[in-house]
């Protein structure tokens, strides 16, 4: 894509989107163009990361809520106990449970996986601090840890795997940080669960690379 015209990359792209690598890069096209794949690339493995991160996270979680129950009947699972969700959780695992229906089985594990990312995360919110602490925080055995503190590092996660999703600008000295939160929260479930996921992809060093562009928007959150 290098060899292309910065008025054909304009029309792939957008002015706007086009425009944001060309200021990182001083207006060099050449150097726009390098950026933009380079960019391409650390978005690719950030996401490979996160889709090892999301797996890791929610079996960490089901093997603690989950203990000791059966895959089937769903009704005799923590996914549909009022005494462990609250009625707006409840209702999205109905609305897996209902897609599941139509086509296969509906076992635990299946509703597991056709859970949303932001489900997993809502679990840490204020609303489940008694859950939290009763049962959830033994998800991560290796991290002395407040429901709070998970919240706040999970919320980050989420943000950036959005933003990823989206095919967003990660262009800022705050990507490596974002990947260090996903690195830390998986060593708190278990070390060698983290040893593991860094060698998985090339994310943390292509995101080192990448930092030194500055966006002009600064840090996601």
Request: aromatic letters at 10%.
């Given at each position: 894509?290098?060899?292309?015209?910065?008025?054909?990359?304009?029309?792939?792209?957008?002015?706007?989107?086009?425009?944001?690598?060309r200021?990182?890069?001083?207006g060099?096209h050449?150097?726009?163009?390098?950026?933009?794949?380079w960019?391409a690339a650390?978005?690719?493995?950030s996401?490979?990361?996160?889709?090892?991160?999301?797996?890791?996270?929610?079996?960490?979680?089901?093997g603690?809520?989950?203990d000791g129950?059966?895959?089937?009947?769903?009704?005799?699972t923590?996914?549909?106990?009022?005494?462990?969700?609250?009625?707006?959780?409840?209702?999205?695992?109905?609305?897996?449970?209902?897609?599941?229906?139509?086509?296969?089985?509906v076992?635990?594990?299946?509703?597991?996986?056709?859970?949303?990312?932001?489900?997993?995360v809502?679990?840490?919110?204020?609303h489940?601090?008694g859950?939290?602490?009763?049962?959830?925080h033994?998800?991560?055995?290796?991290?002395?840890?407040?429901r709070?503190?998970?919240?706040a590092?999970?919320?980050?996660?989420?943000?950036?795997?959005?933003r990823?999703?989206?095919?967003?600008?990660?262009?800022?000295?705050?990507?490596?940080?974002?990947?260090?939160?996903?690195?830390?929260?998986?060593a708190?479930?278990?070390?060698?669960a983290?040893?593991?996921?860094?060698?998985?992809?090339g994310?943390?060093?292509?995101?080192?690379?990448?930092?030194?562009y500055?966006d002009?928007?600064?840090?996601?959150?």
């Open positions: 894509m290098g060899a292309m015209s910065e008025r054909q990359v304009r029309r792939w792209l957008s002015d706007a989107r086009y425009g944001r690598y200021d990182a890069c001083g060099d050449t150097s726009t163009m390098r950026l933009y794949e960019h650390l978005s690719m493995a996401f490979g990361l996160i889709h090892h991160f999301e797996v890791l996270v929610r079996n960490a979680i089901d603690v809520l989950g129950q059966p895959e089937a009947p769903i009704e005799e923590w996914l549909v106990d009022f005494g462990t969700l609250r009625p707006d959780g409840i209702g999205q695992v109905v609305k897996v449970i209902d897609r599941l229906e139509r086509r296969r089985d076992t635990r594990s299946r509703v597991i996986a056709g859970l949303t990312f932001a489900f997993w809502d679990l840490f919110g204020r489940y601090e859950l939290w602490r009763q049962r959830l033994a998800a991560f055995p290796y991290g002395r840890l407040t709070k503190e998970v919240g590092q999970m919320k980050r996660v989420r943000r950036f795997r959005n990823i999703a989206h095919h967003d600008s990660s262009l800022n000295k705050y990507v490596a940080a974002r990947i260090d939160v996903i690195l830390e929260i998986a708190w479930i278990d070390p060698h983290r040893e593991w996921l860094e060698t998985l992809t994310a943390s060093e292509i995101a080192r690379q990448v930092a030194r500055r002009p928007l600064g840090d996601p959150g």
